[in-house]
């Protein structure tokens, strides 16, 4: 027989708060639940450690005769937990020392232990994430198959949480080690990009010390340098400062025509063409033109610096989305991975700020970025914006 769904039930499956609690206090919750729910006095959590595989570590305890101390650790078949997680089924024991699975272990009975419920959180690839045992003392009632199958299921739940949990969390850890090495990159560049004109400033004194006579030509390569360092500065403070839209009702041809027609006479004298084909009817957005022409500008200007002479660039407006397309070198997948990262660049003369500022833009107005490049073959950028109208 199979006992009603508790109502309660949505409430332990309910993955909301997760995100807002961290892994850990959403856990120590559930478990707060279960211990409440399946009666137990005693309620504790063991959570696999990542860096030593078949080793648990307390994670969480509940109720009024949880007995774990602070540091527990079990490993995988050892006692009644780790048997439990080995075999990877949950189970309801009375007294180990006569069930045939833990006897032959040599499993001992606690002496103020009744009866055990034992769950394993296993995920569909079969890794073992933790394990949830609930106790009752000597004087309680034992737990029933009813409860073991209720509490199978949730623990089913919960070892999927913490799967995805930890993904998420590695998936983030990732992104966050990326993020440190684009900011070693940075720090880099500017470092070089700053050391360039110092050393300019530094030979021009030293000129000016040795021959007074040329003094006045060496202040003005110190003026000329002090004012790519501050040129620096300015650009780098740019990116810092957050981006602030004022928007308008406009549609994305009239912002993106004003970058085509300012960069017609390039595409003329080095003979590449450049095709602009704009929408008729287009729908209105709310989008802060100045921004949208400026992220304009910068893909049609990569756009004519990778299209060789003779090469195409179309430009084009479609609702929401603008697509800028050349025949152009393309891009290997290495240059494609740091595309957006600041001080990126290929180019002998280039900023690396063009893409970046790009991303920004669209960030900015809740849209989306996508580039496809094959080396040789061109590259294709379409960005989308939001259709909620003006
Ligand atoms: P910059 O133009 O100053 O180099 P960007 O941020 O605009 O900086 O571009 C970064 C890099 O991305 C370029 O140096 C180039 O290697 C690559 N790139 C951008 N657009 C294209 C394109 N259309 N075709 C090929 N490579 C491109
Ligand atoms: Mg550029």
Redesign the pocket.
Known sequence: MTAPIDPRATTLFDLHDLASLGIEAWLAGRLRQCAEWFGASGASLFLSVPEVPGTFRLAARAGSHATAPDDAVLRTGEGLAGTVLELGSPMVVDDPERHAVFADRGVKRRDDLGCAMLLPLVDPQGERHGVISLSRRREEPHFQNDDLALAASLAAVVGLAVANARLLHRVEETARLKRLAELGQMAASVAHEIRNPLTGIRAAAQLATDDPAVAPDCLAIVNKEADRIDRLCEDFLVLARPLRLRREPATLAQAVEGAVFAAQADFRAQGITLEWAPEPNAPTLAIDIDRVRQAAD??V???L???GSGGTVRVSVQGSTMT?E?D????EPA?LD???S?F????P??????????RRIVDAHGGTVRVE?APGR??R?EIQFPRNAA
């Open positions: 910068n893909l200007r990569n756009a610096q990778a299209a800028i050349d152009g070198a393309g891009m240059t740091r595309l957006f600041p990126f660049t290929t180019k003369g280039g900023t690396g700020l063009g893409l970046c500022n790009v490049s061109g590259t950028f």
